[in-house]
């Protein structure tokens, strides 16, 4: 038994028995940039690209009419902006405790497709690119804030992500490659030794952005997470003590096929390794360590290279639901025929905005549930095992009582776990004050059999675990956008209230965030930038 259960178990806990380092306080004023910096490197400024209407949330959600398409650079760059760049500021009047410091431009906080959690956007987005490509063959880092490639390695260094990818992983023959890290103290200079937990969650909130955008396109994102962690940290000049490897999405590119640079992908480097040798140069002049991260970077990158054999993740399958359990019908899901980029750009944290004067349809909460299901299979090299179960505490919702929900997926159904008003658990159990769950149509819940999975493939699962999470996190914040819903995503709750009151102890199934949907008040106060 692995590092990963202890750490498992710890997060479960941290309700009732505080994690360690208990009576940290983040220095703020010597806190992180929200990106990496790498001074005097050549920029490539990415093209515009417009996003065309029939590419709709439904298309991205389904993966519908197959995944033949080719990957060029305005379509990259438009996956890159609509993900992680910036795409508005935040100055809406809200409930969080980050609201007095919005209107000062060097605390901005700006609106991003993909959700993060406290907003700190760790992950790390790097372009290998070989000779098939657009430009001249190198490693490059997306820059968030200027919406540009800078260069960080002139050379074709493609094959050594392939060989560092292995046999067996996903995706298409290529020399086009994103890579994603997460640089930890960008997130545990505030969040300590339970970053790990969040930022693992962030990866798979990118991810899933990723595959809404590119599927409505019919383009594919295959991600792999099993791979040489060590081999792609030292090819890029860094330290996975300080930033893991999380994933590598192969792309199929434009006019690639037959190229040398393809030939070159599927052996070793096509030459003597020149590894990134530009640094970050960090903004906090201290810069922390917390026990239990680095335990578990090292636990979760210690096998790296063991890609699950196919089906290994069954045992770990979210179970299905008790046909003991009085089941309640569920309205059809509604069309989104919103387009992605609208509906990721919509996307927003709620923030102690909702109303609960107006209820949600029944069908926007079945929408919301259908969305989420989707998620549950972020695709590579993780097979198409399902590992989130859907519950709902449901308070607000037309023609459904209150009371306590599992969501059945094959037949689109709620099964009743408890009746009653939820609403006084909900708040009980909730650590902040940024939200009234009380008022929020429902709060969504998903579980993972968290031990089975680490059991079934090792430490590295947990990294898989949180990764679903954030990709269902990311589906019903995007689904909720579309159907013109608010939302919000929190972990600060008692785990442990959870499992008791869903009765989860028996299934192993651990909850790990709370997804609250709803309506917000009408003619929230906000303040329009853009015409200022």
Request: contains cysteine.
């Amino acid at each position: 038994m692995g590092y990963a259960h202890e750490y498992a178990a710890a997060i479960m806990q941290r309700g009732r028995v505080p994690m360690d380092p208990a009576d940290f306080v983040p220095n703020w004023s010597d806190g992180p940039r929200k990106a990496k910096f790498y001074p005097g490197t050549d920029s490539l400024p990415l093209p515009g690209t417009d996003y065309p209407a029939h590419a709709t949330l439904d298309r991205g959600l389904a993966q519908e009419g197959g995944m033949e398409g080719e990957f060029d650079l305005p379509a990259l760059s438009g996956m890159l902006r609509d993900s992680y760049g910036l795409t508005g500021r935040r100055l809406g009047v809200q409930a969080n405790t980050d609201l007095s410091a919005l209107p000062h431009y060097p605390l901005a906080n700006w609106s991003r497709g993909s959700a993060s959690g406290g907003g700190l956007y760790p992950v790390s987005v790097y372009w290998v690119s070989g000779p098939g490509g657009p430009v001249p063959p190198g490693a490059h880092y997306y820059s968030t804030r200027h919406h540009t490639m800078q260069r960080l390695l002139t050379g074709d260094v493609s094959g050594e992500v392939r060989a560092a990818l292995g046999d067996g992983a996903p995706g298409p023959a290529t020399d086009q490659y994103l890579v994603l890290g997460v640089k930890y103290w960008q997130n545990s200079f505030k969040y300590n030794n339970f970053s790990f937990h969040a930022v693992s969650m962030d990866v798979g909130a990118c991810v899933q952005t990723w595959r809404m955008w590119a599927g409505a396109r019919g383009l594919g994102v295959e991600p792999a997470l099993w791979f040489d962690e060590e081999r792609l940290a030292a090819l890029l000049g860094v330290s996975t003590k300080e930033e893991g490897i999380f994933a590598v999405v192969p792309l199929k590119w434009t006019g690639a096929a037959g190229t040398s640079g393809v030939a070159a992908a599927s052996g070793a480097s096509s030459g003597p390794l020149c590894p990134v040798r530009r640094k970050d140069v960090e903004r906090s002049r201290t810069v922390l360590g917390f026990d239990a991260l680095e335990r578990m970077q090292a636990a979760t990158s210690a096998r790296a290279t063991a890609r699950p054999a196919p089906g290994a993740l069954a045992p770990a399958a979210a179970p299905p639901a008790d046909p003991a359990l009085p089941e309640v019908a569920l309205a059809p899901a509604l069309p989104l025929d919103t387009d992605v980029r609208t509906a990721l750009r919509r996307r927003r944290s709620s923030f102690g905005r909702f109303d609960a004067q107006r209820p949600v349809s029944a069908a926007q909460l079945a929408t919301c549930l259908a969305a989420a299901v989707t998620g549950s299979r972020i695709g590579g090299d993780t097979g198409g095992t399902r590992l989130a179960k859907l519950y709902a505490f449901v308070s607000h919702v037309e023609g459904l009582e209150p009371g306590s929900y599992a969501y059945d997926p094959e037949a689109h159904s709620l099964r009743l776990v408890k009746e009653g008003r939820p609403g006084e658990f909900l708040q009980k159990n909730y650590f902040l004050s940024n939200y009234n769950l009380e008022q929020a149509g429902a709060v969504l819940v998903p579980t993972v059999r968290t031990t089975a999975v680490l059991d079934a493939v090792g430490d590295r699962g947990y990294r898989l675990v949180n990764a679903t999470i954030g990709a269902v996190a990311q589906s019903v914040y995007t689904a909720a956008s579309a159907v013109d819903l608010g939302c919000g995503v929190a972990l600060g709750f008692d785990n442990i209230s959870y499992i008791e009151e869903l009765g989860l102890a028996a299934t192993g199934e651990a909850p790990l965030l709370i997804m609250m949907i709803g309506h917000e008040r009408p003619a929230p106060a906000d303040f329009r930038y853009e015409i200022a």
